[in-house]
């Protein structure tokens, strides 16, 4: 099935659709183990659509499958429509609707044939493939690739302590032929039915940044969230900052596909939040659908005890920000507390944000919703406890929290930068049900250690991870998210899934930013790399090939550097993984010269 995919998927969708596990329970199942297949993972039954989210999630991985999943109802709804083919593993669905050809049962490869069943036969769906795109019925018009994602906070507007918040936004285009854009500028609390789109056209291969796009494109000032339609997936970032005569600090913000919105239903996280003397909290919310929905957030402490409730009514394609938030709540200062954030309308959809400020230095850091609380695997690809560049100093705080309701087992392994970390030091830490533990300096606090590592952790039930890394100076912190990831999700780069950073820049010194790349081989055996850069205008600036090592980390500092770019903005990155079986996290971290200010973000994929 993932070879027709990759042949047919300009003209065809695939999806995979989750529906039950059928013999969850290997001792009772009529074939017994499933582990021949190359099924990794527990066989458990579910009941939640978010385990089910994580089993689809492990099934792609496992498999090595490109094309997108969904998954049914827990009531096999959808399942249920195509009824009565419901004994067939796959179905060719129409463009009116119906349900064409069925394949049957036939899981099963030469390779790993099981229990007997008929080895799978594409062949009859290859010719059907072949005979309906060659005459196509009238409701066909070949595949409808717009994309829709959210930035979901951009600003033009006065802030504390005479700051005035900026936000440049970069769409890269990586594919052979242009791209038609649609943006449309969200204000905050207020009705956007009717709210102002503007067109715009990114050539192939290049980059266009609109900077202080809610004054210079939309010509208003304020803040919101940007709504962008595009006909191909694009790599979609922003920063918003306040630019001073020292240098420039600020937070970046990715554009969100429909992924990242909580739906009824769901949880979403929002971890690491603090309100004390030296930092607050403001909490963002964006209704992504034409009608009203009511939201509910849960403030809780990192023990697990409940700080109150707040609701909220977003009309439709609303955006609200909510500043100092716990304040509505308590007077009291709690450091690692998190937001549970609950859509009750049926078919709502809301993304959710946090930005944690240092009260000193004004530096906000973003802090986007979790929704996967049944990672086993997390990679925490960053971590640091050193000296830097132009005088800066890094440490990194370490948030995991446990959202089961049972206690749960957790083992830290350290990759240290530029070694072979097959025989990694661990340290073990056990987390109540329901509960947070906030690490700060976690190297020292874990492993009496300095340095750079990543961090892999592993769980003995689903767990949650989040970190920030930042630099302590006299005039407060300047710091970034660096979110834990689950090695099996969409932002795990392998050979054929091309991995895309923009909004990357190497310039001056003095007054300018400069990128440092990051690559983290999930493997235990080495991997290659291939780097390539390009310039806004699709010019390609140089390549770089590292060499991974086993469970090897490694950051390339000033990586534009490395390839002549000495001054160059608005540069994009692809990378890819040239080792068959390899597994690799990528990010780059664009730190201000003068402030030491950094922003983080991990690679896109856009299959």
């Known amino acids: 099935m993932e070879a027709l995919h990759q042949e047919y998927r300009d003209r065809v969708n695939f999806l995979y659709m989750y529906v039950r596990e ?107 493939l072949d005979a309906y795109l060659a005459n196509p019925p009238p409701c066909y018009r070949g595949l409808s690739e717009v994309t829709t994602s959210v930035v979901p906070a951009v600003a033009r507007i006065d802030g504390v302590g005479d700051t005035v918040w900026v936000s440049d936004v970069t769409f890269a285009n990586p594919h052979t032929m242009s791209v038609d854009i649609e943006l449309t500028y969200l204000p905050r609390d207020r009705d956007n039915t009717e709210a102002p789109t503007l067109e715009f056209t990114v050539g192939p291969g290049q980059s266009m940044t609109l900077e202080d796009v809610v004054q210079g494109t939309f010509e208003t000032n304020g803040s919101g969230a940007l709504l962008v339609q595009a006909q191909r997936p694009l790599a979609v970032v922003s920063r918003t900052f306040n630019n001073t005569p020292d240098g420039t600090f600020g937070q970046f913000i990715a554009g969100f596909d429909d992924r990242g919105a909580i739906h009824e239903g769901q949880i979403g996280h929002l971890l690491m939040l603090e309100e004390s003397e030296s930092f607050r909290s403001n909490l963002g919310l964006v209704n992504l659908g034409p009608s009203q929905v009511m939201v509910e957030v849960v403030f809780v402490d990192p023990s697990g005890s409940d700080l109150g409730t707040l609701s909220y009514t977003l009309p439709p394609l609303g955006v609200v920000q909510r500043n100092r938030i716990l304040r509505e709540l308590t007077d009291l200062d709690v450091s690692g507390f998190r937001a549970e954030v609950r859509v009750l309308t049926p078919e709502g959809r809301v993304m959710a944000y946090g930005s ?148 990357l820049e190497q310039t001056s010194l003095a007054t300018g930013r400069r990128t440092n790349l990051g690559l983290v081989n999930l493997g235990e055996d080495p991997v290659e790399v291939e780097v390539r850069f390009f310039a806004g205008d699709g010019s390609e600036l140089g390549e770089l090939n590292p060499q991974l090592p086993p469970f090897g980390y490694l950051q390339i500092n000033e990586v534009l550097a490395d390839v002549g770019a000495v001054d160059a903005a608005d540069v994009r990155a692809e990378i890819k993984v040239l080792t068959d079986g390899g597994r690799v996290l990528a990010y780059a971290s664009t730190v201000d010269n003068r402030t030491g200010d950094p922003v983080f973000q991990t690679a896109w994929t856009l299959d």
């Open 22 to 128: 059928a013999h969850p329970n290997p001792a009772t199942a009529p074939c017994g183990s499933t582990a021949d297949l190359g099924w990794n993972h527990p066989s458990r039954d579910t009941i939640t659509l978010e385990e089910r989210a994580q089993r689809a999630r492990w099934l792609k991985h496992d498999f090595d499958l490109s094309f997108p999943y969904i998954i049914d109802t827990m009531n096999a709804a959808i399942q249920g429509d195509y009824r009565p083919h419901a004994f067939y593993v796959g179905w060719v669905i129409d463009c009116d609707g119906r349900a064409d050809v069925f394949e049957r049962w036939g899981w099963a490869t030469p390779e790993t044939q099981w229990c007997g069943l008929p080895l799978a036969d594409a062949d009859e769906l290859k010719a059907f």
């Open 356 to 503: 944690v400020v240092d009260n000193i230095s004004g530096d906000p850091t973003f802090v986007d919703t979790q929704l996967n609380t049944h990672a086993i695997d997390i990679v925490v690809p960053a971590a640091a406890r050193l000296a830097g560049a132009n005088g800066t100093q890094w440490a990194s705080d370490l948030l995991l929290h446990n959202a089961r309701t049972h206690p749960v087992q957790a083992t830290v392994r350290r990759w240290i930068r530029n070694e072979d970390n097959l025989d990694s030091e661990s340290v073990q830490l056990d987390l109540p049900a329901g509960e947070s533990l906030l690490l700060d300096d976690v190297l020292d606090a874990l492993f009496s250690d300095t340095g750079a590592a990543a961090l892999a952790i592993n769980a003995s039930d689903g767990l949650m991870a989040t970190s920030r890394t930042f630099n302590d100076a006299a005039s407060g912190t300047f710091g970034q998210l660096v979110p834990g990831v689950d090695p099996s999700d969409d932002t795990t780069l392998r050979p054929g899934r091309l991995g895309h950073l923009a909004q």
